[in-house]
């Protein structure tokens, strides 16, 4: 079902790039700026590899993948204020926060706001849009930038190229992906527990 959606994701790649992405993982020809128009600058290319591969996403990639999936990683910018992804809207691509934070807000009878209550504020190293990534729903959540914001971004389709070339490294980033969801429904379960117990006391008294 999870390969299913990521067949149907349009993947906007270059041509030659899916030859390109299998020569790399197989060692035959490593990524320079020349290969490609798609690739980021060589001189920022290795270390923002070693800032993905300290993040829990990329965690335990090893170099010579981390060289393939590198020209699949679409550098996006946003000015303070700007609304990232909206709540409600399609999506297909995950976001790793390079620089900069951004606030999670999510819609609710209660919420004043145009975009709903702040549920989370995330920052540097951290990633979002991972959930529409793997079932291709809806967005589930508006994000905002707070300030002068940088991101990576990986699409549905790209996922699913790294899946058809290098198989290994697709399960350690989807094992990664469900570490992450994992993290975040624990942290849910006891917000929602803190917040029935907060009821409770408000209605004994």
């Known amino acids: ?85 909206e709540e409600g809207d399609d999506g297909d691509s995950l976001f790793v926060i390079c620089s900069g934070s951004v606030e999670v807000l999510k819609a609710s009878p209660e919420s004043a706001g145009l975009f709903g209550k702040r549920i989370a504020v995330l920052k540097t190293g951290d990633v979002f849009g991972e959930m529409e990534l793997i079932d291709t729903q809806h967005r589930s959540a508006t994000v905002r930038a707070l300030e002068p914001v940088s991101t990576l971004a990986l699409t549905n389709g790209d996922l699913f190229c790294i899946h058809e070339f290098d198989p290994p490294t697709f399960t350690l980033i989807v094992m990664n992906l469900a570490r992450e969801l994992s993290r975040r429904l624990r942290s849910i379960d006891d917000l929602a527990v803190r917040c029935m117990a907060s009821n409770n006391v408000a209605d004994s008294s």
Do not use: H, Y
């Open 1 to 85: 079902m999870v390969l299913a959606n990521f067949r149907r994701a349009d993947r906007r790649l270059p041509a030659g790039f899916l030859l390109f992405f299998f020569r790399v993982v197989q060692n035959d020809v490593k990524a320079t700026p020349a290969m490609g128009d798609w690739l980021l600058p060589q001189e920022c290319s290795v270390k923002t590899a070693r800032f993905l591969q300290d993040q829990p996403l990329f965690g335990g990639v090893d170099d010579q993948a981390m060289t393939a999936i590198m020209p699949l990683m679409r550098e996006l910018d946003f000015a303070a204020g700007e609304v990232i992804v």
